[in-house]
């Protein structure tokens, strides 16, 4: 089983940023975040191939997050997040998955992590 540890998470102001990390306890083809928002589905936000470097994201984060990954550890991912609005509170998960395909798609991913909190206030 893949373990997935991550951190980063706090509150801002809307217009702040916070970049997130995770890093898994083996190499996988797929890594991402998923959040749920307070009375919300799980949504799917960024999406990465550790192998091809190929990216996805929901349309409603583009141009403001990005997802990427360590130079020297492909284990490991980063979300950049930029002019954050109070919409994007939630609790963020780190995924990590055997695929990679330009989707979102909760059944993808066997491995989760425990989330991390973002909060954004107006």
């Known amino acids: 089983q893949v373990q997935l540890m991550e951190s980063g998470g706090g509150s801002v102001q809307a217009g702040g940023s916070l970049r997130l990390s995770c890093e898994s306890s083996s190499r996988t083809v797929s890594m991402g975040w998923f959040r749920q928002g307070p009375g919300k589905e799980r949504e799917g936000v960024a999406l990465i191939d550790t192998v091809t470097a190929n990216t996805h994201y929901v349309d409603s984060v583009k141009g403001r997050f990005t997802i990427s990954q360590d130079n020297a550890k492909k284990n490991k991912v980063y979300l950049q997040m930029n002019d954050l609005k109070p919409e994007d509170t939630a609790m963020y998960y780190c995924?990590?998955?055997?695929?990679?395909?330009?989707?979102?798609?909760?059944?993808?991913?066997?491995?989760w992590g425990q989330g991390t909190q973002v909060t954004v206030s107006s």
């Open positions: 995924v990590a998955g055997p695929i990679f395909a330009f989707r979102l798609n909760v059944d993808d991913f066997s491995s």
